[in-house]
């Protein structure tokens, strides 16, 4: 298994803590005094120190902390004694050492370099990520949370494991670099391609669906649901027997495509107003029981709670010394050794390790304290 060096924000992080699900070793290298991803909320618990950040929790789970100061020189001397014995290096940021420098101590070192990040919601805008979500003839909208940044840190995640096998075919050095940029801008791809192809500008949806008159995010009595209903022969008949509208009834030409594609906001209205009476899963249940595509607007407390994501393994158990038991999200990707996530560390929590194992006495290892290097 690889010993992979980490120091970057969530789009690192994140690919780091795939590595750590497969079970390589990953050590997440830190600032004396925390980095950023500790700070941000929300926290766990009443206290909002450097140990109880929610995305700390989740992106550095299964992962040890070495805490350095690469300021110093004594912390870089320490931090080129660390990567002789490490596979890869996550960054997302330039170190004061250079590449040369960084190879000369260990020459068969993979490094993946995270680029054209900057401000996340500048990327997003750059990216054209925006210019498709949102309501039509409304401001742009982005989404929730961190992910798009989280979405980019599967490329670095594929960028450094491809990196690390021609580096073991090969035997050289390796520099893999992921530009958030163009990871996002790859999101866009099909839209740029309709364009350059046919000059069509791919506009906002909404949250209507583009193919089918019967499409569609609807609110509900507890949330929102989704149906997609391809107009088929027969359909129709079968869609106004589950939702007895006689509105929709009245009218045997809504049975035709073109006319429910030019009468669409009016069915998806009278939909809307016979939908209010149900709940999602309700509506969802009913949908399947008819052969109907349907599926609930998802909340992530929704998630947590779902007894499928559960009995597959995706959301997993970690017993928290602090905490006690929580939930995490593991398993996006399969871990062929069914490696089982340790809680994120404590700052600096695998200093003494490191450095012993580095060969650092403990008189030593008081010196570096004294320095500033750790």
């Known amino acids: 298994m690889a010993r992979l060096i980490e120091l970057s924000g969530l789009t690192g992080a994140y690919a780091a803590r795939l590595f750590a699900e497969q079970g390589h070793e990953v050590i997440r290298v830190e600032r004396p005094d925390g980095d950023i991803l500790r700070r941000l909320p929300p926290f766990l ?86 210019s498709l979500t949102g309501h039509p003839g409304k401001a742009p909208v982005t989404l929730g949370g961190h992910v798009p940044l ?3 840190g599967i490329y670095v995640a594929v960028a450094t494991a491809s990196a690390l096998l021609v580096c073991k075919k090969t035997g050289r050095e390796i520099v893999a670099t992921v530009s958030v940029r163009e990871s996002l801008e790859s999101f866009v791809e099909q839209a740029m391609i309709e364009y350059s192809f046919s000059g069509m500008i791919t506009e906002r949806r909404g949250s209507r669906g583009s193919i089918t008159a019967l499409s ?22 079968k869609f106004l027997d589950w939702i007895q509208d006689p509105e929709l009834a009245s009218d045997p030409s809504l049975e035709q495509e073109d006319i429910q594609q030019q009468r669409r906001d009016f069915i998806l209205d009278r939909l809307r107003a016979w939908a209010e009476r149900y709940t999602k899963t309700e509506l969802v249940e009913e949908a399947q029981r008819r052969h109907f595509p349907a599926s609930p607007v998802s909340t992530p407390l929704d998630l947590v709670e779902d007894p499928q994501l559960i009995a597959r393994g995706f959301l997993k158990d970690i017993d928290h010394p602090e905490f006690g038991r929580i939930k995490f999200p593991e398993g996006a990707i399969a871990s062929v050794l069914g490696t089982q996530l340790t809680p994120a560390p404590r700052l600096g929590e695998h200093n003494g390790e490191i450095l012993s194992e580095l060969g650092y006495s403990d008189d030593q290892q008081k010196t570096l304290i004294a320095a500033g290097a750790v």
């Open 45 to 130: 618990g009443e206290k909002q120190d450097l140990e109880h950040g929610a995305y700390h929790q989740f992106l550095n789970a299964g992962k040890k902390s070495f805490a350095v100061n690469l300021d110093s020189s004594a912390g870089q001397r320490l931090f080129l004694d660390f990567l002789r014995q490490a596979d890869a290096l996550i960054v997302d940021h330039p170190l004061l050492l250079d590449d040369h420098v960084l190879f000369e101590a260990n020459p068969k070192l993979v490094v993946t370099k995270i680029v054209d990040g900057g401000a996340e919601l500048c990327a997003i805008a750059r990216s054209g990520l925006m």
């Open 216 to 237: 569609g995010a609807l609110p509900c009595k507890n949330g929102h649901w989704v149906i997609s209903q391809i107009n088929r022969p027969g359909r129709w008949p």
């Open 150 to 152: 989280l979405a980019v």
